[in-house]
């Protein structure tokens, strides 16, 4: 589904041509190891596969049975036990390839992958009074006219940790507050925002002094989702 489309392009032909000349070259030795090749023009003789006489005639009818064409020249007889299990595994398997690429193909038809790039966010991070209070902001801006509608923002740290009692979290996770209790996460994009997280008893930037901030090592993740007013399908930028 991430492939670019030449090569999903490509995937999407194979998968069908390579199993319809599988099963071609399986009807062809069925017909060959029965001597139906043999008895061409032999009315008294009952092929396993009415009308085919090589390779070519066997692909034609693997995709009709694939495919489900049936143009009636070439028919399986009821003489040929192994060519109505063969019958049988090909449908269930066509049904299965069908399903499966299909929904590829729609799949990455609908994904939002060039609307979450129309996403941007603000290459710095400042931290600054605001109303009086210390906080940690940053913008984003939704670049297309067309809006993203039930949007809503979330920020994590990520940053190593080490416990009272000792223990080693390399990656640890915590949440910071970009207004989830007063609602202000949930946001309507139709100018850039500024987003802003305070920096109070609850913050993990409550105890950090400036010069530490400048020293530590750690990352701050922004997550943008919301849903796309075109298609109805939900996008993400971070």
């Known amino acids: 589904v991430d492939l670019k489309w030449r090569f999903s392009l490509l995937i999407f032909i194979l998968a069908y041509a390579l199993t319809w000349l599988f099963f071609g070259l399986i009807w062809w030795v069925i017909a060959y190891s029965r001597g139906d090749l043999e008895h061409l023009g032999d009315h008294s003789w009952t092929p396993c596969v009415n009308n085919l006489n090589g390779f070519v005639s066997a692909f034609l009818f693997s995709i009709e049975t694939e495919t489900t064409i049936g ?14 299990v063969l019958l049988l595994l090909q449908a269930i398997l066509g049904s299965m390839v069908n399903a499966f690429m299909v929904g590829c193909m729609f799949v990455k038809i609908s994904q939002p992958n060039k609307r979450a790039e129309t996403l941007v966010f603000s290459s710095h991070a400042v931290v600054s009074l605001r109303d009086d209070r210390l906080c940690l902001m940053f913008r984003v801006g ?10 809503s923002i979330r920020a994590k740290l990520i940053q ?17 507050s970009v207004g989830f209790e007063t609602g202000d996460d949930r946001l309507f994009l139709v100018s850039p925002l500024i987003i802003s997280h305070e920096i109070d008893e609850r913050s993990p930037f409550w105890d950090v002094s400036r010069g530490q901030l400048e020293r530590d090592d750690f990352e701050i993740v922004v997550i943008l989702e919301g849903m796309v007013e075109a298609t109805g399908k939900r996008g993400r930028g971070r």
């Open 142 to 151: 939704d670049l297309r006219d067309s809006h993203i509608v039930e949007a």
């Open 71 to 84: 143009y009636g020249h070439r028919v399986i007889t009821e003489k040929c036990p192994e060519g109505i």
């Open 160 to 176: 190593s940790k080490q416990t009272q009692e000792g223990e080693f979290i390399p990656l640890d996770q915590t949440d910071l």
